[in-house]
């Protein structure tokens, strides 16, 4: 039955109407998949010896302290971007198939996740140096054992908690005031989950216990979907009382009001375009990793990190215009609409949240003033330059989007072509450039001006960027509705 299942899934795919589309995003995930794993590999060979020469204690207890993090923001990596078990089990309902076999089949998809078996790319090459080094060879591998199954763990946890925001983000504030806590010195929540770890090297018949709690979470995760596979259950659609928002304050601007009043209801009504703006907003820290580091002989890092923490909205939801849209695109293009209007209300909502963005970003003033001068520059240039740039690219970003769910809120197959990656030149690359050129010739503050100067270009001849991207949107206007007539991402 299994067997059958695949058969399903790969003629599927061989005969989607996007199949070269495909075809090269598996190719592209594929070299993205190797890239990691001689990342794991490398860290996994050498990280025992990098803790050994920074002479911080015993490698393995080390690795145990920080493991609650890591397994916790391997189950955040999992919520935000790794696949549900997901088959279309409408047709099969009638079909005179075991409902435990589809259940089991989608369930089993998931264990094959790169999720689960990349860790064994790290911890396996670090299991066989510690024997090596002359730990104990069954006490390594209970440890090896009882990590591996929390991954697993993870995996199925992920299941029975998808979607469910209440739970997720409370726990994610938690994580990171736990993570500051213990970078300030506050509190120290290793002191309490080391020994928990310590435990599976040091005792290694406890590694039985999270394999225990992984057969718990995939029963109680087949007796959910089990449960739930029935067309009144499930599968039924789902009912929500409507509210009305007039926002009449809008009104003055006509039709630009109007979009502007969707993509505000958009925002707020839906939960992919939450998130998005959720993460949006976590760009703001971005700079953290960049403006308290030792980075201040590469000024040319700062413009990098500036126009991140600026343009997180632009970056997060600009660049999905009009994908937003996709379930009720085909009924705004049988309208009078100018696309100027429509295009014009996405890009004051980007403008807005640029610049709203570089005001809540003001704290970087404690690293100095040319630090929030980075921040500045990159808000100019993300608003005279990667605003019209986000609106372009988008015209090629073909993606019927759920906004019913946050899987794959940060990407999918049809948002990676030879255009898009071409447009991230001018996003990320010209103002490094620009930037280099101002600093090698004048001063870091020439360097600075050079980049602002472009955007300032860029808004003036706003009229004219606007005219060229209402040209490509009428140029892909119906390969975009033949893209959204298909299921949405």
Do not use: C
């Not at 300032?456 to 606007?466: E, P």
């Amino acid at each position: 039955m299994f067997k059958h299942f695949f058969n399903l899934e790969w003629k599927s795919f061989f005969r989607s109407s996007s199949f070269a589309t495909n075809l090269v995003f598996k190719i592209l995930t594929i070299f993205a998949l190797l890239y990691f794993i001689v990342v794991f590999l490398s860290l996994g060979i050498g990280v025992y010896f990098i803790i050994e020469k920074a002479g911080l204690g015993d490698p393995l207890r080390v690795v145990n302290r920080f493991m609650i993090y890591y397994v916790v923001m391997d189950l955040y990596a999992r919520y935000m971007l790794q696949k549900m078990p997901v088959t279309n089990i409408r047709p099969l309902l009638y079909l005179p198939i075991k409902k435990d076999s589809v259940v089991w089949y989608s369930l089993g998809k998931t264990v094959l996740s790169f999720f689960n078996w990349s860790h064994a790319f790290f911890f396996i090459p670090f299991s066989i140096v510690l024997i090596i080094k002359d730990y104990a060879p069954m006490q390594v591998i209970g440890w090896h054992l009882g990590i591996m199954a929390l991954f697993f763990v993870n995996n199925f946890v992920n299941i029975l908690v998808n979607n469910q925001d209440r739970i997720f983000y409370p726990l994610l504030v938690i994580l990171a005031v736990l993570g500051i806590s213990q970078y300030y010195g506050w509190f120290d929540i290793t002191l309490y989950t080391a020994p928990i770890f310590d435990a599976f090297y040091d005792l290694p018949w406890t590694a039985i216990l999270p394999w225990g709690v992984l057969a718990g979470v995939i029963w109680a995760s087949f007796r959910y979907f089990r449960k739930n596979m029935y067309l009144d259950a499930g599968l039924a659609l789902k009912k929500q009382e409507g509210k009305t928002e007039d926002y009449v304050w809008l009104n003055r601007f006509g039709n630009l009001g109007t979009f502007l009043k969707n993509d505000i209801k958009l925002i707020r009504r839906n939960k992919r375009s939450r998130t998005t703006v959720i993460v949006s907003f976590l760009f703001l820290f971005y700079g953290l990793i960049f403006f308290s580091g030792p980075y201040d002989s590469y000024p040319i890092v700062f413009v990098f990190a500036g126009i991140f923490v600026s343009g997180g909205f632009l970056f997060t939801f600009g660049q999905y215009v009009p994908s937003w849209d996709s379930s009720y695109y085909p009924l705004m293009m049988s309208q009078n609409i100018q696309y100027k209007e429509y295009l014009s209300s996405k890009w004051y909502l980007i403008i807005i949240a640029t610049a709203l963005s570089t005001l809540l970003a003001v704290f970087y003033l404690y690293f100095g003033w040319k630090t929030y001068l980075a921040v500045l520059v990159g808000a100019v240039y993300n608003i005279g330059v990667n605003s019209y740039l986000v609106l372009w690219g988008g015209a090629y970003v073909k993606t019927p989007i759920d906004l019913t769910t946050n899987k794959k809120a940060f990407g999918d197959k049809q948002a990676f072509n030879g255009k898009t990656l071409l447009l991230t030149i001018p996003k990320l690359v010209l103002p490094l450039v620009l930037f280099w050129i101002g600093d090698f010739f004048f001063n870091q503050t020439a360097g600075y001006l050079m980049v602002a100067l472009a955007g300032v270009v860029g808004f003036a001849f706003k009229d004219l960027a606007f005219k060229q991207i209402e040209k490509v949107y009428k140029k892909e206007k119906y390969k975009t509705l033949s893209a959204y007539r298909e299921k949405g991402a």
